[in-house]
């Protein structure tokens, strides 16, 4: 779909570039959520997190949110960016945009596509401490 625009991969990922994507000429407001790579934990060091997909059906449940997202809040365009593999303190795995005519469309889209990302995309997620390591539950 050319208003929707759907990324899983292993190189960091672009703020500009979903910015770039869902702007024009018709949006009046466009939002923007980028998820970065904390130091703590629950008060606990993170030393750094590493994410696994099952690529297939992950692409496919972004798609689907997007999908879902556009139809319900009457956005215009959504990018939905996922990274996988090992990232540092201050990395971003996560860049969701979106664009709308009006800006409440935008914030209630983009809000929705994150939170159901968290809880129906097969993405994992792995806490790495100086003490040892966990896989955190995918629900926000």
């Not at 319900?72 to 996988?84: D, G, M, Q, Y």
């Not at 939170?115 to 896989?135: A, C, M, R, S």
Request: charged share 20%.
């Amino acid at each position: 779909m050319d208003n929707i625009n759907i990324l899983l991969t292993e190189t960091p990922l672009s703020t500009g570039a979903c910015e770039a994507f869902v702007g024009g000429p018709d949006a009046g407001g466009t939002v923007v959520f980028i998820g970065t790579v904390r130091n703590k934990t629950q008060d606990k060091a993170v030393v750094r997190l590493e994410f696994e997909a099952y690529a297939p059906m992950a692409i496919a449940e972004m798609q689907k949110i997007a999908e879902t997202a556009r139809a319900n809040f009457s956005v215009l365009k959504i990018a939905i960016h996922h990274r996988t593999g090992v990232l540092d303190i201050g990395d971003i795995p996560v860049v969701i945009a979106v664009s709308a005519a009006h800006r409440k469309a935008a914030f209630e889209a983009c809000q929705y596509c994150i939170d159901t990302l968290k809880q129906t995309v097969p993405i994992w997620k792995k806490e790495i401490f100086e003490d040892g390591e966990t896989w955190v539950a995918a629900h926000p």
